[in-house]
Every structure is written in C-alpha cells, then in structure tokens.
T-cell receptor, first 109, second 114 residues
Framework: LAKTTQPISMDSYEGQEVNITCSHN???????ITWYQQFPSQGPRFIIQGYKTKVTNEVASLFIPADRKSSTLSLPRVSLSDTAVYYC??????????FGAGTILRVKS | ETGVTQTPRHLVMGMTNKKSLKCEQH?????MYWYKQSAKKPLELMFV???????ENNSVPSRFSPECPNSSHLFLHLHTLQPEDSALYLC?????????????FGQGTRLTVV
C-alpha cells in the first residue's frame, strides 16, 4: 500500500477555500486516490475519489498532477460544519482501507 | 444513514463479561471491515472479510473474535477485555477487489470496559 503524508492540522475561516495536500510518492499504477471526512464519534464519510487530473462533485474538488505523486483536496467556501478530520487514502485492487493520521481542519468564525 | 447499521451504539462491560457487536449492511457489498479508534488516534484496521472469508487480521488479540456468517452481517465477539480496549469500534463495507473502492461506515459502537 502506498504511504501517504498529510499536514497534521490546518486552520481556516468561514467562507475561505481550503486546500489540503497529500503526498503519495510510491503510488502504484492501478491505485486510486480517495478522501474521507470524519466528525468526532462518527465513522468516516467518503468525499471524493479520483485517478488523474481533476474530479469535482457537489462537495469538493480533487486535483491530481500528471505524475500522481500528490493530490490536493479543495473545499470551497468552508463553514464551521466542515471542521473535521480529513483522510487521504491511496489503494487499488484489494483495497484494505488503511487510514493514516489525517489532517485536522479547524474552521473558525 | 449510510446503509451500514451497528448495534449497540453504546456498551459498557466488565472485564469478565462476554458481549458481541453487530454490523449489518444491505448495500450488496462483498467486503466488511472492523476498525478500532481510540481517543484522538487514527483508525486501526482490525479485520477484513471478503466473501465471508477472513482476509486480514492485523495482529489483533484473541479476546476479539470476528464472525461473518454471510455477506450482510459481521460480528465482533468480545471476552475478557481490558480497560485499554475502550474505544469506538467501527464497521465498514465495500466492494472488494475493485480499484475504485468507496467504503461505507456505520455510526460505531462506543465501548467502555470497566
């Protein structure tokens, strides 16, 4: 499984765009990049997944450069309710869903 | 509501008790997972079942015993637990052996061992 590195924590203010970058230098050819969000005392929730270039859904955008050794989760106009832990996972066939420490995002008013 | 249901939501048990956690999904997934999350720590993958066969056991103590009777149900049998086993236990399901796996998690069982 590819190892991922994310910032431990980030602070932002309501209405700002937040970008969280994840490094995954040894990503394999068949690996996808998936981001999850977790609120305290709840299970993680799938946010977005991509393989290359850019993916956008109603919640976030995911930017993946051509070499795929990193990815950036972009949350537009965050609110207080976006305060959570964000996990970047990289895996492919037989994904064992191994979570790292994640990034604690704190949104302030 | 994620489609994955865990019961009970809260459980307090003594170190000599035997209890079971239950997880149920009707999403048609063929893989189910147990995770442990202690306070302010990352999720620890405990067990993975694919098509009702255990495919992963991450050095979990034998006082935790999983059971997967069918693809929709997963149990975690607990006995002779220690206070350090107090944690949030999460169940998840997904489609195994597919590259773009999205997992669905239950709300978890908050376990307190006294």
């Amino acid at each position: 499984l590819a190892k991922t590195t994310q910032p431990i924590s980030m602070d932002s203010y309501e209405g700002q765009e937040v970008n969280i970058t994840c490094s995954h230098n040894n990503i394999a050819t068949n690996d996808y990049i998936t981001w999850y969000q977790q609120f305290p005392s709840q299970g993680p929730r799938f946010i977005i997944q991509g393989y290359k270039t850019k993916v956008t859904n109603e919640v976030a955008s995911l930017f993946i450069p051509a070499d795929r050794k990193s990815s950036t989760l972009s949350l537009p106009r965050v609110s207080l309710s976006d305060t959570a832990v964000y996990y970047c996972l990289v895996g492919g066939d037989g994904n064992k869903l191994v979570f790292g420490a994640g990034t604690i995002l704190r949104v302030k008013s | 509501e994620t489609g994955v249901t865990q019961t009970p939501r809260h459980l307090v048990m003594g170190m000599t008790n035997k209890k079971s956690l239950k997880c149920e999904q009707h999403l048609g997934h063929n893989a189910m997972y147990w995770y442990k999350q202690s306070a302010k720590k990352p999720l620890e993958l405990m067990f993975v079942y694919s098509l009702e066969e255990r495919v992963e056991n991450n050095s979990v103590p034998s006082r935790f015993s999983p059971e997967c009777p069918n693809s929709s149900h997963l149990f975690l049998h607990l006995h002779t637990l220690q206070p350090e086993d107090s944690a949030l236990y999460l169940c998840a399901s997904s489609q195994y052996k597919t590259p773009n796996t999205e997992a669905f998690f239950g709300q978890g069982t908050r376990l307190t061992v006294v």
